[in-house]
């Protein structure tokens, strides 16, 4: 066992498979006594069983570390309290939580339903901000804490998961506003990007090219929890993790700026906007672009 977390309690949401049982594992692994929730889904987010997360508590008992079991919906507001509750009355504090709990409803925006819709903003987005709620005015009293949302490259924009990408982008701005709203209050709120083999990533459709496993995403997660990160004063940002790489996202900013001699009209705008403001390329249009030329050449017949 490491000591990393020791004395530490976190809660992990979605902790019962993939990239949370590997994060729970490893918090315990690492020192800290661990919440382990899981409502014991599908991939949609269907067919709810507690026992996904009572054997992941089996696993890190049988490890000689200490967890307890939430099976509650993370997307309801008693289910968020609840783990936060847990925590404070098994053993007395909460000191970091980290929401990976996550589903998938694919289809392409035209065609996508409410039913399609609410369930993954839902889970993701919501299901961030029940358990942040409920640990913040802990950690606000405590003095400290740490916040990790789970966010995915797929915040840029996605062909047939505009659900998905919406709420993860979601997620990033609540980390944001979580960072700027409780940094005085000595509470740290960070988001990871992970790409690591699981049933989630099964799904994927096209060829991940950086890919690793969810013990990487792990390392990672225990690092932002401990005091270690909380030393450097890591806040508000966000890190993907894909196997052997790590690398930081930037902050969004006003890329370039124009002003207007007296009031904007459409004229003016029309004159001016393109040769000074421009646009910024967006890089996953560029590279959909690229996919589809490459598809048509290769159905070319040889010249
Ligand atoms: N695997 C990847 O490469 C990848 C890439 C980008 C982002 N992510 C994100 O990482 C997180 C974990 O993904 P994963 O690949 O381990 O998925 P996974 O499907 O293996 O695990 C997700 C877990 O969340 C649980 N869950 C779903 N809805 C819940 C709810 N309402 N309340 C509580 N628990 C619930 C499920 O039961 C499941 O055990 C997700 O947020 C996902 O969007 C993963």
């Not at 289910?79 to 053993?91: H, N």
């Not at 409803?105 to 919501?126: G, Q």
């Not at 990408?165 to 980390?175: F, R």
């Not at 096209?206 to 890919?211: G, T």
Request: net charge negative.
């Amino acid at each position: 066992m490491g000591n990393f977390l020791a004395g530490k309690v976190i809660a992990v949401t979605g902790a019962g498979r993939g990239i949370g049982r590997a994060v729970a594992l490893a918090c315990a692994a690492e020192g800290a006594k661990v919440v382990v929730n899981d409502y014991g889904v599908s991939i949609e987010g269907g067919e709810p069983t507690s026992e996904i997360a009572a054997s992941v508590v089996k696993e890190i008992e049988a490890a000689d570390g200490e967890a307890v079991a939430v099976a509650d919906d993370v997307s309801t507001m008693e289910g968020g309290q609840r783990i936060i509750d847990t925590a404070l009355t098994r053993y007395g504090r909460i000191d970091g939580v980290v929401c990976v709990a996550g589903i998938l409803r694919e289809r392409m925006l035209f065609n996508m339903s409410e039913e399609e819709w609410d369930p993954v903003i839902a889970t993701h987005l919501k299901g961030t901000f029940t358990v942040f709620r409920a640990a913040s005015a802990v950690m606000r009293k405590q003095g400290s804490g740490t916040l990790i949302g789970f966010t995915s490259g797929n915040h840029q924009g996605s062909v047939a998961q505009a659900n998905y990408s919406s709420a993860k982008g979601g997620i990033i701005s609540l980390v944001r506003s979580a960072a700027l709203g409780l940094n005085k209050y000595g509470v740290t709120a960070n988001c990871v990007a992970p790409v690591a083999r699981t049933r989630m990533s099964a799904n994927v459709p096209m060829e991940l090219k950086e890919i690793g496993e969810p013990e990487d995403v792990a390392a990672l997660v225990v690092y932002l929890l401990s005091e270690r990160a909380r030393e450097e004063k890591i806040t508000g940002q966000v890190y993907t993790v894909a196997g052997p790489k790590i690398a930081v996202w930037a902050q969004p900013r006003e890329l370039r700026s124009a002003y207007a001699d007296g009031a904007w009209t459409p004229e003016k705008i029309a004159d001016f906007l393109p040769g000074t403001v421009g646009t910024d390329p967006m890089p996953m249009l560029a590279q959909l672009e690229a996919m589809a030329a490459a598809a048509a050449a290769k159905e070319r017949p040889n010249a």
